[in-house]
Structure formats: C-alpha cells, structure tokens
C-alpha cells in the first residue's frame, strides 16, 4: 500500500453523490445522515461494509432506485474502488482521491 | 439559451390530450380520483401503480400515458435520461442519441453554464434538457436526435396510442 493510500476503515459507510459539489474532474460523495438538498430523482451512491460486502444504489431507466448486492475492494497501488456484482462482474469503478470523515471523493472516469 | 446548443434544439411536436373515452369504451374526463387509506407512496415499490397495494391500476399502456404524480414522458418515448444508461455515475456510458454531450451524471437544483464533466468542455453538459434532474424552471430542451428517437417510438412501439379500444 502506498502511504496516502486511504485506511479503508474510514470507507464503512454509506456514500450517496452529492452532485451539487462535484467540480470538472471529481465526484463528491457524502454519508447518507448528510443534509443533501432536495433531488428530483434518487441520490445514486454504494455502501461499503467491513465483511467486504457492498450494496450499490443506482436510478434506473424508468428513476425508480435500484439496489444491487456486491463485493468491494480497494486497490492499494492504483486506490482504485471496484464494486463487483454477484457474478462477480464490476459495476462500480472509481478511482478514489480522497477520504475524509464526512466526504470521498473519486476522480470523474 | 447558451448558444453552442441553439442550433441543436429540437422541437417534438408532440402534443397530450386528456382521454375522452375510458378503456371501457365510456366518457371520461381523463382524469381518475382514488381514494387511499395510505399517507404516502415510495418510489422504490411504486405501489401508487396498483390496485392492490392501495393504488390504482394502470390503463392499457398501449393505448394510454398514464400520469400518478410524476412520470417523465421522455422515456415512455424511449429516451434514456441525459446521462446515460449506467446505473452509477459514469463517463463510459451514453443515452443513445450523439447530439447530447457525454455527462457523468445527473444535475440537480439550476445549474450555471458551462457545467464541465466527462472532458467536455467547452459548452459542458447539456443540463438544461428534460431528461436531466434540474428544476423545473431550468429544463426546456429536446435535442434533435431525441425527438428522432420519440418519433420512431411513437410510429413503432407506441403506435397505437389514441387509437379506440378494441372493438369499439
């Protein structure tokens, strides 16, 4: 692991975006208790467990909320977050460049 | 209006009506009041859709748009929201249509122009369009290509909607 490599600890939560802060080239997640403004459609976002488990909450076509089971894991060289679904296939990838208490941020790819 | 996006405005002429016939063939005014014992619905389940969770069924989609309290029509026509099709924020997806700029995800609130994300710049995302997340009074543009792919759903997959029940 790299020494700015995030503790991974400080990850067990769940992030919802907080789009309204995003800039050109970071997404800016926040934890759920955060006071996010009103949105029109649900806030998409994951939940990163300690057993390694992860739930990934998407919009769907039709705006309706989805929730999809997973697996999580940080890469420690390329702090690259991947969120792989039940048959193993990543449906989230984000490279994290940084994490504090209150607020993650991942590079826009 | 940012103008690099002028030129790419399109006009759907597309135009509802409230239905006059009900789908048992008798006059309506195209507007159905339920009463409810339940305080409020979650979009999760989307229970206002059905009867039997304390909602109302649908009309025959086909023929009908059915509104409960907030449908976006855009993609009864088959079109997909402005960011794209993913179902997290991401540059490698698309909506399908080539005349809207690559966008991460969705805008809320009123957006400033330009509003850069997914590396494109100039003009940003096209934020302004129904099928992103802003205000209302911050949305007011099809594409081109969208209203192309409204059209094509209204000559095929909803081409039968205004025509009379059957049998009637």
């Known amino acids: 692991m790299n020494d700015d490599t995030p503790d991974p600890a400080r990850l067990h939560k769940r992030w919802l975006h907080s789009y309204e802060e995003d800039t050109e080239t970071e997404a800016v997640y926040r934890p759920e208790s955060y006071a996010f403004p009103p949105s029109r459609g649900p806030r998409p976002g994951f939940e990163l467990r300690p057993d390694g488990s992860c739930i990934l909450f998407g919009i769907a076509p039709t705006d309706a909320p989805t929730t999809e089971p997973g697996r999580w894991n940080l890469n420690g060289d390329t702090r690259v977050l991947t969120c792989t679904d039940s048959t193993r296939r990543p449906v989230m990838s984000a490279r994290v460049t940084s994490v504090g208490e209150d607020r993650l941020t991942v590079k826009k790819e | ?168």
């Open chain 2, 1 to 168: 209006m940012p103008d690099p996006f002028k030129p790419l405005i399109g006009n759907p002429l597309i135009a509802f009506e409230l239905a006059t016939v009900d789908p048992n063939g008798d006059p309506t005014t195209g507007i159905t009041r339920t009463e409810t014992s339940k305080t409020s619905f979650s979009i999760d389940t989307e229970e206002m859709k059905f009867s039997a969770t304390g909602g109302i069924d649908a009309w025959d989609t086909r023929r009908y748009l059915n509104i409960w309290v907030c449908t976006m029509v855009g993609q009864y026509l088959n079109l997909s929201h402005i960011w794209g099709e993913s179902r997290v924020p991401s540059c490698s997806d698309s909506d399908f249509v080539t005349d809207t700029p690559n966008q991460y995800g969705p805008n809320g609130g009123k957006p400033t122009f330009p509003h850069v994300t997914c590396n494109n710049a100039p003009h940003g995302d096209m934020f302004m369009n129904y099928m992103d997340y802003v205000d209302d009074d911050t949305m007011f543009m099809f594409s081109k290509e969208q209203v192309a792919r409204m059209h094509a759903a209204l000559e095929f997959e909803r081409s039968q909607l205004g025509t009379p029940s059957p049998g009637m």
